[in-house]
């Protein structure tokens, strides 16, 4: 059960309050610090997958526990960015973010019950999503607006990063599109009485 993949997706768990009070911290390197701790989340999230399949380390536990780490870190940085900048540009995609997530872990989750979980498994476009989504999110927590670094003003990578936002908010719908597409006709077949 403790494989080195099942090991660093709890440490991607435990990094989630680690997380939360740094972003919190009423010191000016509390956003970059918590940015960097997303990016480490990040990292293992991506880390832990490569190795569970080069290792031939894939467990059961694994594959419950790795999902449940990714959307947790995921809404909490969605949550906090919404109550941080206070605007409804920022708000509108990222809790469609959320309630993406939710509906497609309860696709998931039901199609599983038919036998059928394959149907909606993880696509390009979901990887695609993921990858715009973390990057979003990494600038949009750290917010280096007022940064000059080596006389280099570093406020456009909360531009890059709303940019981003956006990307990742039209990936969102299309990958659920795509998922609820896959599973159409699943969730409408009516029963036919005999």
């Known amino acids: 059960m403790w494989t ?10 435990l990094l989630i309050p ?17 940015a960097f701790v997303f990016w480490l989340a990040a ?20 594959a419950f526990l790795d999902p449940v780490a990714d959307k947790v870190m995921v809404v909490a940085a969605c949550f906090i960015i919404a ?3 206070q605007s409804a540009w920022i708000t ?7 309630a993406r997530e939710v509906v497609i872990s309860a696709l998931r989750e ?14 390009e476009m979901g990887k695609y999503k993921t990858a715009a989504q973390m990057l979003a999110l990494i600038g949009l ?9 080596w006389g280099i ?12 936002l956006y990307i990742a908010f039209v990936l969102t719908l299309w990958s659920m599109v795509i998922y609820i597409k896959a599973a159409w006709s699943d969730l409408t077949y009516t029963k036919q009485e005999g």
């Open 4 to 13: 080195i993949p099942n090991t660093l997706t709890l440490f991607r768990i």
């Open 18 to 34: 680690v997380f939360l009070i740094i972003f919190y911290l009423p010191y000016s390197w509390a956003h970059f610090g918590a």
């Open 43 to 62: 990292i293992t999230d991506a880390l832990d997958g490569y190795l569970a399949r080069k290792l031939e380390q894939s467990t059961p536990f694994g």
């Open 83 to 85: 109550e941080d900048f």
């Open 92 to 98: 509108i995609p990222v809790l469609t973010m959320v």
């Open 110 to 123: 039901w199609m599983a019950e038919l036998g059928k979980r394959a149907s909606v498994a993880v696509s």
């Open 141 to 149: 927590i750290w917010q280096p607006n007022d940064l000059v670094i």
């Open 153 to 164: 003003e570093l406020g456009w990578l909360t531009d890059l990063a709303f940019l981003m």
